[in-house]
């Protein structure tokens, strides 16, 4: 073993016992990166509402995540990453394709998000990270909850991607009614929800205690599969959303519940995925990242997760909303740190065009930055401003430090919708939780973000809202 290995391992045990430093070992910041390799792989694993505070280094102090600790520990911890809205079918459509779902029409003020009863879904004419990479060589897999049309023509499949296992929408719809207290003490039989192989369902209702393995299993295997040409896995747990369920080996095993049981089993997963990727001798041309679509839904109390310090949760455009527990993970490669500048998912298909040679669209607009230079440690985030929008309309704008609220409504069953004609403003760094409104002191700080309202929204191009559509019965 050299010198420097020893040295790393010795500090990756230390920061594992202690949690993530944010100053780094001497002997890691003189430790010489490679530059990016072409063509690595990527793997993105996206919970469904995991709260900002739900992870062991994110702060929780009941929930064990040692592989997502180590995962941040050798790679980078972003503290200030946001999905691009607060609940599932906007975010999905904005993690894929870079954009803001007001530009595809998968956000709406009439239904949040699809349902079993939608006929629309994101549009054909939508470029998602799947179909960029494919002429660029990329094989591309979505396991798990897609969310984004449950429609054949919607269907992951004819958006790009190769493959697709997993259940299309949400765990909790298809209600059978076979249960008043669906949520409590959940069955399998209380959600008719189906698993589909492709197009094609493969069993109904999903079984959901072997959801987690299954989608792990599976990612594993496309892994393996694919070992020798670049791969693209984006792997949706359909978990923590309620209904939550767990396998036997993880029933019981946490000091948090149910829930915590949920989130130690995607722990492992995460292990296991990190695991193939070294045993495969494949790690060092591999970028995953591992983040969630929005926060904690906060209504279903203890089976809903935590934003830690963050106030708000999913469906509100407070920081718990949208704020995600985000890490990068590509040893070698990515300078190990603590990121504290802004990222969003957007970002994911600008950076990933990057990193493969592959061509980022040019023709309509993308809100996505390339994040290449934070990851490698040679310079700052790129990302300075961050819409929040709840349905089509923009409640806040984070620019900054500050982050200014025109509307207010909290997060699921949280209240009453307020516009403020003084925006609420916040200072994030000094104030994270948004308790304290700074707006009397900084007027041209309002004014400056009102500015960039008006300029985002001269640039905006309604599309046909997708969300609203039903199947005619
Ligand atoms: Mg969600």
Not at 66 to 86: C, H, I, V
Not at 298 to 325: H, I, V, W
Not at 342 to 354: A, E, H, I, K, Y
Not at 428 to 449: C, N, W
């Amino acid at each position: 073993m050299t010198n420097n290995k020893c040295s790393r391992r010795v500090f990756l045990k230390l920061t594992a016992v202690t949690g993530v430093s944010s100053s780094l070992h001497p002997l890691m910041t003189s430790q010489a990166l490679a530059a990016p390799k072409k063509q690595p792989n990527f793997v993105i694993i996206f919970c469904d509402d995991l709260g900002y505070g739900d992870l062991g280094v994110f702060g929780n102090p009941t929930i064990k995540t040692p592989n997502l600790d180590r995962m941040a520990n050798e790679g980078q911890k972003w503290t200030s990453f946001y999905a691009a809205a607060s609940v599932c079918t906007p975010s999905r459509a904005a993690i894929l394709t870079g954009r803001l779902p007001i530009r595809s029409g998968m956000c709406s003020d009439k239904r949040r998000v699809l349902f079993p009863d939608s006929a629309g879904g994101l549009p054909a004419s939508e470029i998602t990270i799947a179909n960029a990479l494919k002429p660029a060589g990329y094989t591309s897999a979505c396991i798990g909850k897609w969310h984004l049309g449950h429609l054949r023509k919607y269907l992951p499949t004819n958006h790009g991607f190769d493959s697709y296992f997993g259940i299309p929408y949400s765990n909790d719809m298809d209600n059978t009614g076979k249960s008043k207290r669906p949520f409590k003490d959940s069955k399998i039989e209380y959600f008719n929800v189906p698993l589909m192989r492709d197009t094609e369902i493969v069993e109904r209702p999903a079984d959901q205690t072997t959801i987690t393995k299954r989608y792990t299993d599976e990612t594993v295997k496309f892994i393996k599969q694919n070992k020798n040409k670049p791969f693209f896995a984006y792997l949706a747990h359909s978990m923590p959303h309620v209904p939550l369920f767990r396998s036997k080996d993880f029933a019981d095993t946490s000091l948090r519940g149910l829930f915590g049981d949920v989130i130690e089993e995607i722990d492992h997963g995460v292990g296991r995925i990190l695991d193939t990727l070294n045993e495969q001798g494949i790690a060092e041309k591999t970028l995953v990242v591992f983040t969630s679509d929005n926060g904690p839904w906060l209504s279903y109390k203890q089976q809903g997760g935590s934003a830690g310090p963050l106030r708000g949760g999913k469906g509100g455009t407070f920081e718990g909303g949208m704020r995600e527990p985000t890490i990068f993970w590509w040893p070698g490669t990515i300078k190990q740190d603590v990121i504290m500048e802004m990222g969003s998912t957007l970002d994911l298909l600008p950076t990933f065009c990057s990193l493969a040679g592959a061509k980022v669209p040019t023709d309509r607009i993308i809100d996505g930055v390339d994040l290449t230079d934070p990851l490698t440690g040679k310079a700052k985030s790129p990302r300075d401003i961050m819409f929040f929008y709840r349905g089509t309309r923009i409640f806040a704008i984070r620019k900054g430090m500050f982050k200014a609220h025109f509307i207010t409504k909290p997060e699921y069953g949280g209240g009453k919708e307020i516009a403020h004609e003084t925006p609420l403003l916040y200072h994030l760094g000094h104030d994270p939780a948004e308790k304290y409104d700074v707006a009397s002191q900084h007027p041209d700080v309002i004014a400056d973000i009102k500015n960039e309202m008006k300029n985002h929204q001269a640039k905006l191009v309604p599309a046909i809202d997708q969300l609203a559509l039903r199947i005619k019965k």
